[in-house]
């Protein structure tokens, strides 16, 4: 690379704006893969749509934790001049895109969290986080009526739909409980009220994953056992690939502007 | 130009104007006090400070705006002045005016129905066609070709059309 990589002073508060700021451009990039390629062109908008969403919020979420900071990275830094073991992310949202049904429980085991997220944060004692939370879960709450839908159209359509479906949710459940794991230091942003706590969002997620799965005839897997790893910036093979694409242009012409 | 014998009340009332008339780059029949985009002028020794807030968070003509409200108000005379965005409140659509929301229609998009409450944004709509005013419309896509609408059908006169999504 020719750009060395900048140094992030991780305070708990920037820890934790980074790894939702991180949440929402992984994922948007995720969908913004879709672009031409989506089965249809109202779901290639929708895709596209829903990607310019998290990358709204994503920016609103790396310019508050650089302002944080305070060491001089903006929004652009902080996206394109961190390595992989930088990115703090859930493992879930940097998983490839796979077939329509795999990208769709993907979005659907997301949406549904994100958007109780959102809408506790509203009530974050951080002015900032606040506001990005309330624009936030309004965006999301199209999502999760989005996949929902699809989720219900492909476990109650074809016997093709049905069996994509059901293997991308059992490939990725696994990836569920990061969503709610708390460390130390989020853990004390939780005391004074500025962070929600995930785990009091978790019964209302899985009832509202659970009757959604049921609904489409499909069924969540048994095994309670979940991978780990993306907060702390151990991810999986499939970040590096997409960071080379997404920093690509950052890092062989730095500080280019169109 | 700006002389001192303006006070500031007028001033502000000018570059409020002059802010006000600046259009939406994606639906140019809006201006931004129409979307409530507009949310305070200020002025303190003759400079202007104009504060918008953003529609959605993804949203790119939310960056050209900004630069069409600096533009316009250096074509007005007004030197340094700046432009703020601030998230909070959110933006909803129940600021849009009524004035807007009849200029939406003209232009052949369905206006945003109802509040913007989780109740509106997940009820039963009932959109009416822009064209032939039926309410005999279906959805299409709950995405259009911009953040803020959807794309929808009219049964009655078989025309698509936009509509501005409540948010």
């Known amino acids: ?258 | 130009m700006v002389t001192a014998m303006f006070d500031d009340t007028e001033l502000r009332q000018r570059a409020w104007d002059v802010a006000a008339s600046v259009v939406d780059p994606e639906i140019p029949v809006l201006t931004i006090a129409d979307l409530g985009v507009l949310r305070e002028v200020t002025v303190n020794d003759g400079r202007v400070e104009v504060t918008i807030t953003p529609t959605y968070s993804g949203c790119p003509a939310m960056n050209m705006i900004t630069l069409e409200i600096e533009l316009a108000l250096e074509r007005a005379g007004f030197r340094d002045s700046k432009v703020r965005t601030t998230l909070s409140p959110a933006w909803t659509t129940d600021w849009m005016s009524e004035a807007g929301r009849r200029k939406l229609r003209e232009y052949g998009i369905a206006p945003p129905q109802g509040a913007s409450s989780r109740r509106g944004l997940f009820g039963v709509e009932q959109v009416a066609c822009p064209q032939c005013g039926s309410a005999n419309t279906e959805v299409l896509s709950e995405f259009g070709s911009t953040s803020c609408k959807a794309l929808w059908r009219c049964k009655a006169c078989r025309e698509p059309f936009d509509y501005f999504k409540c948010h």
């Open chain 1, 1 to 258: 690379m020719a750009v060395p990589p900048i140094e992030v002073r991780e305070t708990p508060l920037v820890l934790y704006t980074l790894r939702r700021a991180d949440d929402a451009l992984i994922l948007g990039h995720r969908l913004s893969e879709w672009c031409g390629h989506a089965p249809m062109l109202e779901e290639d908008m929708a895709l596209a749509n829903m990607g310019l969403d998290l990358l709204g919020q994503a920016r609103e979420l790396y310019s508050y934790a650089a302002q944080v900071e305070g060491s001089g990275n903006d929004e652009d830094k902080l996206a394109y001049l961190r390595d992989v073991r930088q990115y703090r992310n859930l493992l879930l949202v940097e998983q490839p895109n796979g077939d329509f049904a795999r990208t769709m429980v993907r979005q659907f085991f997301y949406a549904v969290f994100a958007d109780l997220y959102w809408r506790a944060m509203m009530r974050s004692k951080d002015a900032t986080l606040a506001a990005i939370a309330a624009k936030s879960e309004k965006e999301s709450a199209y999502h999760v009526r989005h996949a929902s839908e699809w989720i219900l159209r492909l476990g109650d359509g074809t016997e093709e739909s049905h069996s994509r479906a059901q293997d991308a949710i059992d490939d990725l459940w696994a990836f569920t409980g990061e969503m709610f794991a708390v460390d130390d230091g989020e853990r004390s942003l939780i005391d004074s009220t500025i962070a929600v706590d995930p785990a009091t969002l978790r019964p209302q997620w899985l009832k509202t994953v659970s009757g959604i799965v049921n609904e489409a005839t499909l069924a969540l897997p048994t095994s309670g056992w979940m991978q780990q790893g993306g907060r702390s910036g151990r991810h999986s093979e499939h970040l590096g690939h997409l960071l080379s694409e997404l920093q690509s242009m950052q890092r062989t012409f730095p500080g280019a502007t169109w």
